[in-house]
């Protein structure tokens, strides 16, 4: 009998909760730093996407910290569906947010639970996709599946965020430096214009390990690059920056 073992954390903002699944769905760091990239766009009343939502944790960090009228997720492993609802109802969210079980390779097909389609729908999307590449080695391991490009390629992300997004909507996501010219390349294939870039570091003297992008769709062509955001200072310790991300500094 498969033991499956969970926890329930705190998001440090306004009282909000999770469920965790230690083994196979719990958020890190690329999450937190896509919702807080993204929620300085999210106004009053938009409706927001979150592909490959996993355990929810980017739309309920926007639930907690901005005032959208609606935060769909879309996920396709059915145990990470699971663990998000209970997060929703854990948290008194079921009037403006829902998980949808489905491939976001087939959009169109996909419906609330009101029977709407997603087509043209949302003001802004966000992901944090599969970033790995390779074959399945383990075709039952949701971890696996959750960080390789095995049900979905970035291409399929990107046209399903097309699909979804209104004119002019926001494109927010989190990525791995070494693959941000396709990834460049593919959002322009699907009229996405990069406008808003950030890159992250371990530390202030390292590489870049992440990097954050807004895209918006049907824009033209205008790159601001942001100052870089550090993790940690030479002792380990988070820079003030992401303390402020976390909510160490809060009351």
Request: hydrophobic letters at 40%; charged letters at 30%.
């Amino acid at each position: 009998m498969e033991c499956v073992l969970e926890r329930i954390d705190d998001l440090q903002c306004k009282g909000y909760r999770i469920v965790q699944d230690t083994e196979a769905f719990c958020y890190g760091i690329d999450a937190v730093l896509l919702a807080a990239f993204a929620k300085d766009a999210v106004r009053k009343g938009m409706r927001v996407l979150d592909l490959c939502t996993g355990n929810g944790i980017v739309p309920l960090l926007l639930a907690a910290k901005t005032e959208a009228r609606e935060l769909i997720g879309v996920e396709v492993q059915e145990r990470a569906v699971a663990l998000a609802k209970r997060s929703i109802a854990m948290n008194w969210e079921e009037e403006r947010m829902q998980v949808l079980r489905g491939d976001l390779c087939r959009m169109e097909e996909l419906r609330l639970d009101n029977g709407e389609k997603l087509r043209h729908r949302f003001q802004a999307v966000t992901v944090n996709p599969p970033y790995m590449q390779g074959d399945l080695q383990n075709p039952e391991s949701e971890k696996w599946i959750a960080r390789h490009e095995v049900l979905c390629h970035f291409s399929d992300v990107a046209r399903a965020a097309a699909y979804a997004l209104d004119g002019r909507g926001k494109f927010f996501l989190v990525h791995r430096p070494k693959r941000m010219a396709e990834i460049i390349s593919i959002l322009r294939e699907e009229k996405l214009e990069p406008k808003r870039l950030q890159m992250v570091h371990s530390y202030v003297e390292g590489e870049a390990k992440l990097f954050l992008l807004e895209a918006v769709k049907d824009a033209g062509v205008e790159l601001r690059v942001l100052p870089p955001l550090v993790v940690y200072k030479k002792d380990g310790e988070y820079t003030d920056a992401l303390k402020e991300i976390y909510g160490i500094n809060e009351g």
